[in-house]
C-alpha cells in the first residue's frame, strides 16, 4: 500500500476539465473558504463565518493541506498570512500549487466564468500548458439577441463552431444544455428547428428546447468530422443547475444514435450523483468517457466511493481526472490531491485483496491521472511556449 501510494504520488496529472481562473488575490479566510462552494449567492445573501457552524469537509482539508504546504499551523489567519504573502508575489503561488499537485496540464471550459477571462492571457498565468474547449451557449445567447432570420442564424452558428475548433490548442466543444433545457436531447430534422426558431422569434417565450437541441447535434457532428472532443455538462452543478433533467441517461438516444454516437464524447462531472449510471454508459458506449470533475474535489472524501463505482464497471481507459476549478488555482491544486487519494485507497484496497496487481494498479492510475486525457483530447506538446 505503501509502494502504490508513493508511486502515485509521484505521478503527474492532466486536469481535464475546469476554467480560467482570475489572477491570484488576497483574501481574508472568510472569503477564501465561500469561494470553495457551488452555491449561487443573490444580492444581500448573508453567509454565516464557515468557522462557525457551517464549514464543510473540502474548507477544513485545504486549511490541512495549506499548513502542509506552507509549513505553518493550521490556523486560519496564520495559513492566510501566509498565503497571500506568497499572492503578492506574482505567479510563484501557483507554481508551487501546480508542483505540489504535480498538475502538468490543463483542458479548459473557455465559456465560464462571464465575462470571459482572455486565454492568452491565462496561458502566461499558469506553469503548464492549457488547451480550450469551447462552449456553444454564449455563441448561441449571441446569435438569438441578435434576431437573424433562421437561414443566417444556422450558418452563423456553425461557422462559429468550426472557427473554435480550428483554432490552436482548441481540443472540443462544450455543452451546458443541461442547464438550459435538459438532456433529454430529441433529435430533430432542421425543418423543426426552424419552425422553432420562427415561434420563438414570434413568442419570446415560446420553448426553445428544438432549436438548442439542434444545436447540440450539429456541435457533435462538427467535432467528429474534426477529430475533437464533446464534452456534455452531466448532473450536478452550482446552485443553479434543472437537477431532474441531467442525469446522464437521458443523452442515452443520442449517444447511440449514427452520427453522434461515432463522436467522442465525455460526460463532464461524470453524472454525479448518478455516477453509477454514467459508469455504465462508458462501459457499453464505444466512445464515450467521464471525468471525475466536481467529484473531486466537492464529493471529498466520497471521492473514493465514487470512484469505486466507477471502476467497479467502467475501463480504466474511459475515466480521467479533472476538478471543475475556477476563481482560484487552490482548487486545480486540491481536487489533483483528492483524485490521489482516492486512487491509492481504492486501487490499494483492490490490490490487498487480490483483485488485481501492483502493475494494473500503477497502470490504472497513471492513466486516470493523465494518460487517458491525452489519448482522447489527443495533446500534443501544443502551448509548453505559451506560460511561464
Known sequence: MGKLREEIRQMTAIDAHCHPFLPNEVLNYHE???????????????????????????QEFL??????????????????????????????YTRLLFADAGLAGLVVDSGYPQPTIDLDDFRRRVPVPAWEVYRIEPLLQELLQE???????????????????GAPG???????????????????CREEAERAYTAWQKDPSASLKTLRDYCLLKAFVACRETGKVMQVHTGAGDSEIHLATARPELLYEVLTTDPYRRTRTVLVHGGYPWTREAAFMVSVLENVYLDLSLISPF????????????????????????????????????????????LAAVL?????????????????AEAILSGNAKTVYRLGSWGCENHE
Not at 499548513?67 to 495559513?79: A, F, G, I, Q, T
Not at 482548441?170 to 435538459?182: D, E, F, N, P, Q
Open 348 to 364: 490499494g484496497r483492490l490490490k490487498g485483496e487480490g483483485a488485481i496487481s501492483l502493475k494494473f494498479a500503477l497502470t490504472a
Open 147 to 165: 434576431q437573424v432570420d433562421f437561414y443566417s442564424f444556422e450558418s452563423r452558428y456553425q461557422e462559429g463552431i468550426e472557427r473554435a475548433l
Open 299 to 342: 464529493a471529498t472524501f466520497g471521492v473514493a466511493k465514487a470512484l469505486e463505482d466507477v471502476l467497479a464497471i467502467a475501463p480504466v481507459s474511459k475515466v480521467m481526472h479533472g476538478s471543475d476549478a475556477f476563481r482560484l488555482p487552490e482548487m486545480n491544486w486540491v481536487g489533483a490531491l483528492y483524485t490521489r487519494q482516492a
Open 63 to 92: 486549511l490541512c493541506q495549506l499548513s502542509r504546504l506552507l509549513d505553518c499551523r493550521d490556523l486560519p489567519d496564520e495559513v492566510m498570512e501566509r498565503r497571500n504573502g506568497l499572492v503578492a508575489m506574482g505567479n510563484q
Open 32 to 58: 477564501f473558504a465561500r469561494s470553495f462552494s457551488l452555491t449561487v449567492l443573490g444580492p444581500g445573501s448573508i453567509v454565516e463565518d464557515p468557522r462557525c457552524g457551517s464549514g464543510t469537509v473540502l
Open 170 to 188: 482548441c481540443v472540443g466543444l462544450k455543452s451546458i444544455i443541461a442547464y438550459r433545457t435538459g438532456l433529454n436531447v430529441g433529435v430533430p
